[in-house]
């Protein structure tokens, strides 16, 4: 399989626990986003790589948020002292900047429910 | 004013028939516009992508834009059970982000 992987694809954790998502975009993609999704709406804009470094942070990313893509591989995002208000899917998504702004494919998501 | 808006649906089409889906948009720069398709649970799938004024077919798929009027429009012809998920646009307001709308619903009755 050759698209964007997610893990895990589920999350229960209690409040106050921390937790930590890993995405691996499609290989030759240098570009890696995250979005967040609650129910009945759009993907949210969360952060986005270039190769390594982080370009940019949305408000939306409070300081319990951390997101790293070390190599300029795969990605983890990490949230801190969960709350009931995080629990929601978590999509990475991967693109190759070309002509234009390219497509971005997601993968399968991460659900996180706090309980 | 949210950046994309779409009909709030949801939208109820017969097997076979036309389903029209609308989208409008803020940001007069925006250059690249895309439709994704999501089933319920799934993550959303890209199905149109589309950059210059006029229509893009794609089998059942037409997507049509209209930069003046910051529009951007899908058809689905000879709607199929298989079509029936939450239709997503998004827009490219900058480099690298995609805004998106909240989705319209379809649903294809047999």
């Known amino acids: 399989d050759t698209g964007v992987s997610q893990d895990p694809r589920h999350k229960i954790t209690k409040r106050g626990q921390n937790v930590t998502f890993r995405c691996d975009p499609i290989?030759?993609?240098?570009?890696l986003y995250w979005y967040r999704q609650t129910l009945g709406q759009g993907p949210e804009f969360l952060t986005y790589?270039?190769?390594?470094?982080?370009?940019?942070k949305s408000r939306l990313l409070s300081d319990r948020f951390s997101a790293e893509r070390p190599k300029g591989s795969f990605s983890t995002l990490e949230i801190q002292r969960t709350e009931q208000g995080d629990s929601a899917m978590y999509l990475c998504?991967?693109?190759?900047?070309?002509?234009?702004?390219?497509?971005?494919?997601f993968g399968q998501g991460t659900r996180l429910t706090v309980v | 004013q949210k950046e994309v808006e779409q009909n709030s649906g949801p939208l109820s089409v017969p097997e076979g028939a036309i389903a029209s889906l609308n989208c409008t948009y803020s940001?007069?720069?925006?250059?690249?516009f895309f439709w994704y398709r999501q089933y319920s649970g799934k993550s959303p799938e890209l199905i149109m992508s589309?950059?210059?004024?006029g229509d893009k077919e794609d089998g059942r798929f037409t997507a049509q834009l209209n930069k003046a009027s910051q529009y951007v429009s899908l058809l689905i012809r000879d709607s199929q059970p298989s079509d029936s998920a939450t239709y997503l646009c998004a827009v490219n307001p900058n480099d690298y982000k995609l805004s998106f709308g909240a989705g319209t619903t379809v649903t294809v009755r047999a």
């Open positions: 998504a991967s693109s190759y900047p070309g002509g234009g702004l390219a497509e971005a494919f």
């Open positions: 790589f270039q190769n390594e470094a982080q370009l940019e």
């Open positions: 290989s030759e993609h240098n570009r």
């Open positions: 589309i950059y210059s004024n």
């Open positions: 940001d007069r720069g925006s250059q690249s």
